[in-house]
């Protein structure tokens, strides 16, 4: 018998199958608890290296047109649109992007992040106008999120960016996954049934956590805002992340703290000018100019690869 269209058919989806071995959960003391949760955990890496030529290939569709100014935008439902938002909250401290490069939208809205309107993943039509009013564009990625692989919301996100031009990426924690049908680049990354059955902030979400950060961080790295593995482009805007910043500068111009400091005051705590106005002898202005010219990449602008840094190398 077909189900109605308001009740979907979830028979089948590994996110909502019940595991045997965690049968006796409840009964399980705090360390058995554990320990079980730990020995389940190790299905997320397993899971996600699995998918690995489908998330590079949908990195590196997405790599054009975010290196030319275009857009990441996430869209999901309850959790994954959580994970979204956080992945996109994290990129400006962390990468110094301006805040409308990486997105986050969630069903139901911001108040959806601390108060659960999960009924907001059932309307497809609210995810085609929350993705059309943001005027996606060839440029834009759309990566839609959702762990079952079939939730309206996100599908009629994808339909309406696909139809604007822009990129499209799903990440389904089932497989096959209906949302696949809907996007340029799939990714289907399966971790098996959760602990909790149906309980999808489990692996799960751990599975889209470290997707989503893959494919931010490499977008972010193949448009140099790192150099090697340093944080260059990061914003100090506490204690810690200040001595970071000092830190950064001493390792890349290869001076004391003492130089480090004063040239990251010279330039208003950036990294890079502070590290380029050391190693080319120059100030801040001409600094910044190289870096630009150099395209945001700090090997390129100080002449040096990291590959090449003796202390990167």
């Not at 996600?48 to 996430?74: H, K, M, N, T, W």
């Not at 994970?83 to 969630?106: K, M, N, Q, Y």
């Not at 805007?237 to 010279?266: C, F, H, M, W, Y």
């Amino acid at each position: 018998m077909t189900p109605p269209p308001d009740r979907p058919r979830l028979e089948g989806l590994g996110t909502e199958a019940y595991d045997r071995r965690f049968g006796r959960l409840d009964e399980m003391s705090v360390a058995e608890i554990v320990d079980t949760m730990t020995e389940a955990a190790f299905a997320v890496p397993r899971a996600v290296a699995a998918a690995g030529d489908q998330i590079d290939a949908a990195i590196s569709a997405a790599e054009p047109g975010f290196a030319a100014g275009g857009r990441l935008i996430y869209v999901g439902a309850g959790t994954s649109g959580r994970l979204g938002v956080l992945d996109a909250s994290e990129c400006p401290p962390t990468f110094h992007t301006d805040p409308g490069r990486v997105v986050g939208v969630i069903a139901g809205g911001r108040t959806a992040l601390v108060d659960s309107i999960e009924g907001a993943e059932d309307d497809s039509a609210a995810g085609a106008a929350d993705i059309t009013a943001l005027k996606p564009t060839p440029d834009d990625t759309v990566v839609g999120i959702a762990a079952s692989g079939r939730t309206p919301y996100v599908r009629g996100a994808l339909q309406a960016a696909k139809s604007a031009g822009a990129v499209t990426i799903s990440l389904s924690c089932n497989s096959p996954a209906e949302l696949s049908q809907h996007a340029d680049h799939p990714i289907e990354a399966p971790a098996g049934p959760e602990v909790v059955a149906g309980s999808t902030r489990l692996n799960a979400g751990s599975v889209q956590k470290l997707v989503l950060n893959m494919i931010s961080t490499a977008l972010m790295v193949r448009t140099g805002r790192t150099y090697g593995n340093l944080m260059v482009d990061m914003q100090a805007t506490n204690a810690k992340l200040r001595q970071r910043a000092i830190r950064l500068v001493s390792t890349i111009a290869q001076v004391d703290a003492g130089p480090a400091e004063e040239a990251l005051d010279a330039a208003d705590q950036e990294v890079k000018t502070a590290s380029v106005m050391i190693t080319r002898g120059v100030d801040a202005d001409q600094a910044r100019k190289l870096v630009d010219e150099a395209g945001g990449r700090l090997g390129v602008a100080i002449g040096l690869p990291s590959s090449r840094h003796p202390a990167l190398s």
